[in-house]
């Protein structure tokens, strides 16, 4: 494993902690304006540990999306990431 993707994982475990540490609607709103649009570019990433370690957090946020139908995604910001990536 190299010394970035080292990195890489080492960020998106910071983020999948603070996911975790994240209680209302309004501050997981706050965490999906945040972080969801850069968790969606990194699916852009060749290293294989970073993509299953972003399906695992982006697994979890639906999960929690689905059960609060009051959360509001960041829909214009994720509509620039698909615009801006030759991924999706």
């Known amino acids: 494993m190299s010394n970035s993707e080292d990195r890489e994982l080492r960020l998106l475990e910071s983020v999948f902690f603070k996911f975790a540490g994240v209680s209302g609607d309004e501050e997981f709103e706050k965490f ?20 299953k370690k972003l399906i695992e957090i982006l697994n979890e946020i639906n999960k929690r999306v689905q059960l609060r139908s009051n959360v509001k995604l960041p829909l214009s910001m994720i509509l620039t990431v698909f615009k801006q990536s030759q991924t999706f």
């Open 32 to 51: 999906l304006n945040t972080y969801l649009p850069a968790l969606l570019l990194k699916l852009n990433s060749p290293r294989i540990e970073v993509q």
